[in-house]
Structure formats: structure tokens, C-alpha cells
């Protein structure tokens, strides 16, 4: 049995400038899908307006058991309680919804298990930057899109699913909820009930998590520790014990309210960065290990891009629109962070995928079109490979 590791050094890619870069990557990432024609057009607008009716359908749904819980507490104003227990009531049932159930990311991210457009809306997104990369360098053209196509017709033909395994018994009992339900309820609208399933069970443990631990930090004595040993065993492997410690320093300076929303924002941005590259690593093999090395090699990129849109995707009304613009904009973050994939199958493509989980740059080329002649040294920038 492995000993714990109690200090760990940061990865390559991980550092408070590629932090930077991942916000600054999110910003242009928008713009650019703001200037795409072909996700203005008629198509994608009658999408968007979908996809507003829905955002208004959830935020009613959400707020159903608040209202209720108005009334009720409203009624129980006049004759047992005081206008001001009322309000405190009310003001931990809505912190219980918003901050420890997290409902409101959880739905809005299971959209993507309903519908393949934002599969779309992505490689809809790489298509223009393919487009307009050929325009500024027709000597040396990119072709993300079609090559990762190409590679998804051949992973769905020849090569084995590279998903992680399931543990047998949820496996088992995924199935048999598959079986039952899929014909007679709302899951026959599912398009990846598995993905679904994993998806809230990872949801399920880590709100529990959020709830045990919030509840533990109410205990006498040992409670102002609770948030900081779980921000420091959850961050130490990620990004090194500096950074970890730093954060839970951080931790030991807020309430616990906040503390709270900190590590749920940890998991979720995580979370979030996962399935806004589902369509990209669902065209290529990787496996469950090489996936979580192609992840943590970029980690501090991919978390300053995924904190900006999770913590707009938790805005009412307009977080399901959000999570549209953050999907066009990942195809736009996914040309900055890899090479093109190449218009091969079998063994060369399998090498590819394992040559991408390394980090193969130290030094900062060109940060963006924004920042375009800055030369500072930056960990946690990617190099497109030269022959």
C-alpha cells in the first residue's frame, strides 16, 4: 500500500500566471464565438432561444420549494412565528438549495446529456478557428475539426471504449435503472445515459461531502479545521503543497460560508472543464490515466478557464446560455493547448495521444493576438510540436 504523500511539488502546468492565461483564454474564447457567423445564423439562434425557455423552466423548478416555503412560513407568521424567525428560516433553506445542494450547476450541467448541440456548437466552433487560421498562415493550414471527426468515426468503428472502468456493482445497477426506466420516463430523452449516471453520482458524493463537512465545521474545538484539511487533501496532489497551503491559509481567514463555496467551486470547476472536453476526447484515445495526465499537464490553464464560466453558469436565468458560449469557447481553448489531431488510426494515433498527455513547453512563445510580443518565462504554456 502507497504511503500518503504529504508534499508534492506543483506540475509543470500548473502556476498563478497559467491561472491567468486559462481567464484570459475564457474571455477570448467568447469573443471569438461572438464573432462566428455561423453560430449567429438561424440554426443556432432558434438554439439559443431554446435554450433561454429552458434556463427559465429551471430557475421556476428550482425555486418552486423556496416559494412554497414562503407561503408556508408566511401563513406560520400569524400565529407562531415572528416575522424575523420567518427570515431566518427562509435564509437557510435558501442557502441550503444554492450552497450545499448545488442544484442549480448540477442541472444546468446535465444539459449537455440531453441534446448532442453542444457537441455541435464545439466542433462548430473549431471549424472557424480553422478557417481563420488558414486565412492568417495559408502556408502552414490547421485542421482540428475534420481530423477530429475522422478520428471519431474510427474510434466509434475499431477502437475499444477508453472511458474508465465503472466498478462492477454501480456498473450493474446503472444498467438495471437503464432497463427499467429508459422506455417510460424522461431518461429516454438521455442521449449518454452512462455518461449521465457518472455524472451524478460524482455530483451525489461530492454535495455529500460539502454537507458532511459543513456540518462537521460546527463542532466544538476541532471545527475551524474541517475546511482547511479538506482543501489541503484535495488540492496537495493537484497543484503542490505551496499552492494547497496558500489556499487553506486563505481558508482560515474566512467564514465558513465561504470556505464552503471555495471548495465547491474547486469541484465544480473541475467538473465542468471534464465535460466541456467530452467532445474532444471522445474522438481519441485516450484512456482514463492518460486523460487525467493530459489534464493535470495543463491544470493551472484549464482551471482559470473553467472558474470563469462556473461561476457565471450559477447565475439564474442565464447560466444554461453560458454553458453554450463555454462549450464554443473550449474550441477555441482547445487550439491553444494541443497540437492538431492527426488524419491517422491505429497505432500512430495511439503514440499521438500519448506524446499530447506531456506538457512539451517551458517558455512562452506568444501568449494571444492581445498580448502578442510579451516573451516572459511561464510554466504551463503549450508548444505545437515541429518536425
Known amino acids: 500500500m502507497p504511503s500518503p504523500v504529504f508534499f508534492s511539488h506543483p506540475p509543470p ?9 486559462g481567464i484570459q483564454l475564457s474571455l477570448i474564447g467568447s469573443y471569438r464565438a461572438a464573432l462566428n457567423p455561423n453560430l449567429l445564423n438561424t440554426r443556432y439562434y432558434s438554439k439559443a432561444l431554446n435554450i433561454m425557455k429552458w434556463s427559465i423552466i429551471l430557475h421556476v423548478i428550482m425555486n418552486i420549494p423556496l416559494i412554497a416555503a414562503t407561503i408556508f412560513l408566511r401563513f406560520l407568521e400569524l400565529f407562531l412565528l415572528s416575522h424575523e424567525t420567518a427570515a431566518l428560516v427562509l435564509d437557510k433553506l435558501k442557502f441550503f438549495q444554492m450552497h450545499l445542494l448545488n442544484i442549480n450547476p448540477f442541472l444546468i450541467m446535465s444539459f449537455r446529456f440531453f441534446t448532442n448541440d453542444l457537441d455541435d456548437v464545439y466542433f462548430e466552433s473549431l471549424r472557424f478557428a480553422d478557417k481563420v487560421y488558414a486565412q492568417k498562415h495559408p502556408d502552414k493550414p490547421k485542421t482540428y475539426a475534420a481530423n477530429l471527426e475522422h478520428c471519431e468515426k474510427y474510434m466509434k468503428t475499431v477502437a475499444p471504449d477508453p472511458r474508465p472502468q465503472t466498478p462492477s456493482y454501480l456498473l450493474q445497477q446503472i444498467n438495471l435503472l437503464q432497463s427499467r426506466f429508459m422506455k417510460t420516463s424522461w431518461l429516454s430523452e438521455v442521449t449518454n445515459f452512462n455518461g449521465f449516471a457518472e455524472f451524478a453520482v460524482s455530483y451525489i458524493y461530492n454535495t455529500g461531502l ?3 463537512l ?3 465545521a460546527k463542532t466544538p474545538y476541532v471545527g475551524s479545521l474541517v475546511f482547511p484539511v479538506a482543501t489541503f487533501r ?3 496532489r493537484s497543484i503542490g503543497t505551496f499552492y494547497a497551503l496558500l489556499v487553506v491559509f486563505i481558508t482560515f481567514l474566512l467564514p465558513e460560508t465561504y470556505s464552503l463555496f471555495l471548495l465547491n467551486t474547486i469541484f465544480g470547476s473541475k467538473q465542468l472543464m471534464m465535460l466541456l472536453l467530452r467532445p ?5 484515445p485516450f484512456n482514463f490515466q492518460q486523460r487525467e495526465q493530459w489534464y ?3 491544470i493551472g490553464c484549464l482551471y482559470g478557464f473553467s472558474l470563469m464560466f462556473y461561476l457565471l453558469l450559477r447565475l439564474p436565468i442565464i447560466g444554461l446560455l453560458v454553458y453554450g458560449v463555454a462549450e464554443a469557447a473550449t474550441g477555441h481553448l482547445t487550439t491553444k493547448i494541443s497540437d492538431p489531431p492527426p488524419n491517422i488510426t491505429g497505432p500512430l494515433l495511439q503514440r499521438w495521444a500519448q506524446e499530447q498527455c506531456l506538457w512539451n513547453k517551458e517558455y512562452y512563445d506568444e501568449i494571444n493576438d492581445i498580448m ?3 516573451e516572459p518565462t511561464i510554466p ?4 505545437e510540436r515541429t518536425a
Open 13 to 21: 502546468g500548473f502556476s498563478i500566471l497559467s491561472i491567468l492565461r
Open 210 to 212: 460539502s454537507i458532511i
Open 214 to 216: 459543513f456540518f462537521l
Open 234 to 236: 484535495n488540492l496537495n
Open 296 to 298: 493535470l499537464s495543463r
Open 380 to 383: 504551463g504554456t503549450f508548444k
Open 280 to 284: 474532444y476526447f471522445k474522438c481519441l
Open 372 to 374: 502578442g510580443d510579451i
